[in-house]
């Protein structure tokens, strides 16, 4: 085959953006990883840089593969600086009007040949290739969050994605050794669609007071047997993307099941994301996370 895959851009620099950053690196990949704010691209490399280092103090690889496949990574504000990528993912915030706005101004810059990728929790791939200036070569790569640690990959074929660009999105994600399971193009595909409905109906039996942060956290750890609580879980994600593909399951499949909870609007709206702003379910600001209710 021709087209090889030997430079990866990412766009959006944030929990996913960077995650997803790494893991090219560690495997060969050039990384361009590109986001609108400059603070963003350097603390995303910072980031790459700690959990690079806890790797190497766990002995996964040593200190020399650490620093080549830092080198690989090019930090950029500048979206022309992806248009010698082969493969370009988009890991920007779950809005569709901002990756379709990152889509018309990405496009132009590519490669013809090069493939184009969304990251996106649950919007439709189909919907968001018809947006580009290449839907044969658009595709839907799903990581899971932390990406580093994480082992599944959801691959995503929109209706027009040709069968070349889904061949080579299984030997880049196998590359980066991971395990990829093919959904269909739903609404939240296949993780999400049974994953947010439980976060959400976690969130109803905290809002309607059944139980509290605690409670419901640690009944579902050692009664379900999860790693961790579906509040926990929920900052982790992030509320307001959790938010996002509650709304997208509501609205794509027109069933009131799928409504997301007045509660979780409100963190939302009090801007209480989780992790990535310290405070959601539980406040991260001191030295061991509180529970907010
Ligand atoms: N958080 C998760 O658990 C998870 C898991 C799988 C997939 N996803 C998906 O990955 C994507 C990113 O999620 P995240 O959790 O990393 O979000 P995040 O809020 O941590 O990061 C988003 C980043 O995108 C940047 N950005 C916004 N507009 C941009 C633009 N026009 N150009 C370049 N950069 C731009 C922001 O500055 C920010 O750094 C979303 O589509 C989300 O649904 C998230």
Redesign the pocket.
Known sequence: MGFEIKRVGI???????NGIAHVCALAGYDVVL????AD?IKS?LATINGNMARQVSKGLYGEDEKKAALARIHGTDQTSDLSDADLVIE????KEE??R??FS?VCPFLKPEAILA?????ISITRLAASTDRPERFIGI????PVPIMQLVELVRGIATEDETFELSKGFVTRLGKTYAVSEDFPAFMVNRILLPMINEAIYTLYEGVGSVDAIDTAMRLGANHPMGPLQLAD???L??CL??MQVLHEGLADSKYRPCPLLVKYVEAGWLGR?TQRGFYDYRGEKPVPTR
């Open positions: 766009i959006g620099a944030g929990q996913m953006g590109n986001d609108l704010e963003r995303s890991a920007a915030v779950e901002i990756k706005k990152i101004t969304t990251n996106t929790s649950s799903h990581f899971m969050n982790f994600i992030g307001d993307t996002s593909i990535k």
